[in-house]
Antibody, heavy 119, light 108 residues
């Protein structure tokens, strides 16, 4: 069975940083890019960017260019997403998802991590 | 960046009825780039359709996708109780991913 398992909920104050992990299992980690999305309360899905598993190459959505960093650890099959300078409107559920080239879609998703930013 | 606009925002229907959801792209795109997802409260999104019309593993055949160019449609032929959810279309143009704003299918 293929899984992406994310780290637990986080509560942060404005200006802080948060780092969310996403551990892959059941497939060859280096075969698939991993993307990050979020869904804020009352909003739709928003793409944040992706990381390549072999070279660690990244592509961030313009909105997050200065605030997000994605990294990976190939030895454990884990991808990380760090968001800095948090604001209250960063409160959202954050998802990692596996991209499969052959179908041009996200076919496996993590369970989501709730990040709450509040003073 | 390709902008995807979904309509309607909310669809109020009864079980057994047919649902037709629209996704319009800001510029012409390849059908191979268009996917549909279903999201229920408290759950992660689930892939339903890729390549505009191919059902993902496990997607019931009451779900069908169609369209080309700038206009794409997701159809649910007869709504089952478990189909009431939010649906998103998504595209990848080789440099960035965008999602539509979503259509909520609610029980009338």
């Amino acid at each position: 069975q293929v899984y992406l398992v994310q780290s637990g909920p986080e509560v942060k104050t404005p200006g802080a940083s948060v780092k969310v992990s996403c551990k892959a299992s059941g497939y060859t980690f280096t075969d698939h890019y991993v993307n990050w999305m979020r869904r804020a309360p009352g909003q739709g899905l928003e793409w944040m960017g992706f990381i390549g598993p072999i070279a660690g190459n990244t592509n961030y959505a313009q909105k997050f260019q200065l605030s997000v960093t994605m990294t990976r650890d190939t030895s454990t099959g884990t991808v990380y997403m760090e968001l800095t300078r948090l604001k209250s409107d960063d409160t959202a559920v954050y998802y990692c998802a596996r991209w499969t080239d052959s179908i041009n879609a996200f076919d496996v998703w993590g369970q989501g991590t709730v990040v709450t930013v509040s003073a | 960046e390709i902008v995807l606009t979904q309509s309607p925002g909310t669809l109020s229907l009864s079980p057994g009825e047919r649902a037709t959801l629209s996704c319009r792209a800001s510029q012409s795109m390849s059908s191979s780039q268009l996917a549909w997802y279903q999201q229920k409260p408290g759950q992660a999104p689930r892939l339903l359709i890729y390549g505009a019309s191919t059902r993902a593993t496990g997607t019931p055949d009451r779900f069908s996708g169609s369209g080309s160019g700038t206009d794409f449609t997701l159809t649910i032929s007869r709504l089952e109780p478990e189909d009431f959810a939010v649906y998103y279309c998504q595209q990848y143009d080789g440099s960035s991913v965008t999602f539509g704003g979503g259509t909520k299918v609610e029980i009338k």
